[in-house]
């Protein structure tokens, strides 16, 4: 056949499955169906190849060129049969709204409708019925982008209207493609959501799908849309249009908001009616390996046509989303918009390096959007060295069932020696993770967060659903504290949903610390999180990136003391690195490789789904035979009856022999019988190779035998070294916070010393008794020549009190709180050997000690006398100083007034004012 018969031919069958009855022009009957494509059609100069009809009339053509000629310079031919119509025909507009050029693999779409016309590739052709709706549209897609109305700022962050108006931008100049890169915790969604309500009620966008990676971010999502209210009407989003999340492969006709994950989206193309909703709970973050290096092949679904949705706004998705799943993206004639936090190079080249919006960790921190963090390392001998244990005659050493952690006693069958990457995966050291959580405990309040009473709100990573029993079982043990301190949180908690031990974790006081291998490790919005504990170790930064990022949010005071009551303001997260996470180097994504860190889950999944290549049939047939060494006889017999009689051992040589490429040769040879002396072509040997490699997987496609490999694989145990003790090596805050910390206090000291003269409050705190005749203008004037170069400490309580507690902790007796503890800070910083103590904690201490002197003299105060006295001591706590005239003010108004005062303190008033200013703030 030849090649420009080839074309025409799927150029036949795809208008087929798009719906259009194809026919030759000597038999025509455009009254035949809505839409009918005319071959051949006799033009007032030449024909057109095909001459497509909707609804009676002609609306466009159709140029068909053999498979690898390229399409741009076609365009020319094509509009030029949009304007050659013989006379009399029943049109849409000439020339004609609609031309494609295709080759039947390859296609191009113009649409003259639009301002500026500009061709585009399409994965088939549009059905009829979206082509008689475009062209009955009083105004275009393209058209409308132009024309969006000016944004309503009123609730946006300066970052988010930025982003919004640059993406608009693009899509108004017909970009196809952009990329939003905005600091977690920065507004993404809320981001998302305006512009799609804007694309919506102003662009008059048909729909819109918006991907997450996993099914709880699909929630949190869903929930932004409902939340999100309308600056332009009076109704949420969800009110005013239908948002869908996709728990069914059925996508509503009436939604104009698609929600769900790229997996269910594939479902749903292969014509799949169910796709179960326990298959979105894992990130591809952690759990998807990069094996499977070929695209997941598509094909047209007329259920789920092109034209389907006008946007796509990928929302922080897994990079694989632009490989592998790359032509499911394709599939849709629609703009691609991607949000993220960390975008890779493979992520910027997809968007073709149009990122509408640039906005780092460091900006977000410095808008006061995020907070940044501090590093504090502990390091043991056994995380960095490993340990051996040595063989002895009658040393029982204790294994555990990884399955159903039983423990069992047996002795060692030779040493045994293990890195600090085995330990919670082939070995247990109680020791080992005991120490860190020891560690963690005893620095919390003098050194991590200094003057803290309660545990701050914290994150554990760890390696996998054992490893986070055992770190639950100890945080337990070592803060002598019960079930509701510390929670596990991951894809095989039971008894409560994940989600709803999360909203305890993100709402409630309990738990304190949450465990968790990746159900919260990214995307999820816990704010009151301060502190995030690594026991595991991470090699791909833009995954470690998503995982830092569940610290960095901001949240407001009030908020924040709802969850943890003994602190005022979130000023920093602080990352505990067990494992050297922040030290090790990272990959900028996951490697293309054959290590055993990739789950064997995961690999006879897409054996299951029928995945095929070369790397996956390597990696299943090493895993095979390292499972065939580790199992015992009656577990190899378990697996073999399971599999029809075919061994481990068989299964692995099968595997093999399909990637023997002189195999592969000999069996091109037989099917393609080839004569002798001729050798076959690279397209035969890749049909015979893939024919080997799908034939030698396919016991695995057996759901019960890949269960069974699965059950005993768990089963397997695990060596639980108790007899090696761990030791700490090095424990600290990291050099290069504590650097900058130092730097800090030296300039901070520097400017103190060099305005001792200038500014009335320094010069007041350098004199003694402290604080004598300090008022808080003048403490509010010297922060404001804080903020100011040379220093410019946009923040000075929080960021000056928080450097004193990296590089001083045992010196710093409390968490600042309002802008008089500046008075401390600078007092510290003159007279460096007295401690950092709140403003309120030492105003507290003296009142007592006045309150006791007062009794010893036989003054004793009535309980509403009391209650007046302690509202004066909070309020020279909060401002140094108390007048009488300020008695008329809340909070006093409410206890009576400046009245009320007198008649319970008579004439001795004014003297009892100025005995507490003296006393408390001297």
Known sequence: MKPEDRARQDIDRQLAECGWLVQDHRSMNIGAGLGVAVREFPLEKGFADYLLYVDGKAIGVIEAKPAGHTLTGVEEQSALYTRSLPDGILLHGLPLPFAYESTGIETRFTSRLDPDPRSRGTFAFHRPEEL?????????????????????????WPVQVEAIRNLERSLAENRPRALIQMATGSGKTFCACTFSYRLIKFAKAKRILFLVDRNNLGRQALNEFQQYHSPYSQYTFTEEYPVQRLRKNVIDPASKVCITTIQRLYSILKGEEEWPEENEEDSMFEAEAPLHVEPMPVVYNPNVPIETFDFIVVDECHRSIYNVWRQVLDYFDAFIIGLTATPTNQTIGFFHGNVVQDYSHEKAVA???????????????????????????????????????????????????????????????????????????????????????EVPKTLVFAKNDNHAEDIVKVFREEFARGNDFCQKITSKTTGKKPEDLLNEFRNSFNPRVAVTVDMIATGTDVKPLECLLFMRNIASASYFEQMKGRGTRVISSDDLRQVTPDTVHKTHFVIVDAVGVCENDKTASKPLDRKPSVPLQKLLQMVGEGRVSAELVSTVAARLARLHRETTDDQRAEIAAAAKGKSLAEMTSDLLTSLDPDASVERAVQKFRIPEGEEPTDQQLQEVERESMAEALSPLYDAG?????????????????????????????????????????????????????????????????????????????????????????????????????????????????????????????????????????????????????????????????????????????????????????????QLGGLGKAYRLFGDRLPTLLGELNGRLAA
């Open 132 to 156: 008689l709706r475009v062209v009955s549209l009083d105004g275009q897609l393209r058209q409308n982008l132009r024309n969006l109305p000016p944004l309503k700022t009123e609730r946006l």
């Open 367 to 453: 808008d006061g959007i995020n907070v940044g963090y501090n590093v504090y390392r502990i390091e043991t001998e056994i995380t960095k060295e490993g340990a051996t244990l040595k063989k002895e005659p009658g040393l029982l050493i204790p294994r555990r069932d990884k399955r159903t952690r039983q423990m069992r006693l047996a002795e060692l069958d030779d040493d045994l020696t293990y890195t600090g990457s085995q330990l919670d995966r082939d070995v247990t050291n109680p020791s080992q993770l005991r120490l860190v959580i020891q560690t963690f405990r005893d620095r919390l309040y003098s050194e991590i967060f200094p003057g803290r009473t």
């Open 705 to 893: 035998l890949r269960d069974k490999i699965l059950t005993i694989k768990a089963s397997l145990e695990q060596i639980y070294d108790e007899i090696t003790q761990d030791r700490i090596r090095k424990v600290g805050f990291d050099s290069q916070a504590k650097d900058k910390a130092e730097s800090l206090l030296k300039n901070f000291r520097t400017f103190i010393e060099d305005n001792k003269d200038e500014i009335e409050a320094i010069q007041i705190l350098y004199s003694k008794p402290y604080r004598a005749g300090l008022r808080y203008g003048q403490v509010k004037e010297l922060a404001e020549a804080l903020k100011r170069p040379p220093l410019s400490i946009r923040e000075p309580v929080l960021q000056l009190w928080r450097a004193y507690e990296a590089v001083e902790p045992t010196k710093v007796k409390g968490t600042a709180s309002s802008l008089v503890d500046l008075v401390s800070i600078v007092r510290h910083a003159i007279y460096p050997d007295e401690p950092l103590v709140p403003v309120r904690s030492t105003v507290e201490e003296r009142y007592q000690e006045w309150l006791i002197e007062q009794e010893a003299a036989g003054v004793n105060f009535t309980p509403e006398q009391q209650q007046w006295l302690d509202a004066i001591k909070d309020h020279i706590a909060n401002s140094l100083t108390i007048e009488q005239d300020q008695l008329e003010y809340a909070p006093f108004t």
